[in-house]
């Protein structure tokens, strides 16, 4: 871990698995079938689940696809985040919130390609992927207990409605529309 990342982590406050928990509950709770909350939280447990197959990789080439797969995932989600809901954080008069959320996701961006320059199956790999691992944990944080269900509840109707559209337009643009858990699900379902 470099002296930047050392000090990063002594500066970011470390919530409970417990608080994250209560996080997400709530999202999902201020969620509704399908809408634009619906598919960031579900984005983020798909991030959640690719960090987790990143690490358990047995071998440099499982580890490296894993590590592909886990940068579609960070930057279709995050891109939409960036172009479609933090632009609506500032229209409901939360711009602290969205230029802390553009600050943090530029930082993931910056450690995702440092990660890829390491070689996988060294422990300095394995630091560099639980720094971020536990930076975006606290990014998915802020945003699942605070900054979305605030969105949820200030931003009226129509403009859900448009946040919804916008955000699986974005992130389907990246990662493909077929790729999207959301869209597979919704389809599955029948709806
Ligand atoms: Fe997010």
């Known amino acids: 871990m470099s002296i930047i990342d050392k000090?990063?982590?002594a500066v970011t406050p470390i919530e409970s698995d417990d608080a994250r928990r209560e996080a997400r509950a709530k999202a999902k709770r201020a969620a509704q079938p399908g809408d634009w909350l619906s598919m960031v939280v579900d984005h983020h447990e798909q991030i959640?689940?690719?960090?987790?197959?990143?690490k358990?990789?047995?071998t440099a080439a499982t580890r490296t696809a894993a590590q592909k797969r886990l940068g579609i995932l960070l930057t279709g989600h995050s891109n939409a985040e960036e172009s479609v809901i933090y632009p609506a954080l500032t229209k409901v008069n939360e711009k602290g919130h969205a230029g802390m959320a553009y600050t943090e996701q530029a930082a993931a961006k910056t450690q995702m390609a440092l990660?890829?320059?390491?070689?996988?199956m060294t422990q300095e790999y394995l630091d560099?992927?639980?720094h971020i691992r536990g930076a975006v944990a606290h990014h998915v944080y802020e945003e699942e207990g605070t900054w979305f269900p605030e969105l949820q509840e200030k931003a009226p109707a129509e403009a859900q409605a448009k946040l919804t559209?916008?955000?699986e337009e974005e992130f389907s643009r990246y990662v493909g529309r077929d790729a999207n858990p959301e869209v597979i699900r919704l389809r599955a379902s029948g709806a």
């Open 48 to 54: 959640e689940a690719a960090f987790a197959a990143v």
């Open 115 to 120: 990660l890829e320059a390491l070689t996988p």
């Open 7 to 9: 000090v990063v982590s």
């Open 128 to 130: 560099k992927l639980e």
């Open 56 to 58: 358990s990789a047995s």
């Open 165 to 167: 559209q916008r955000y």
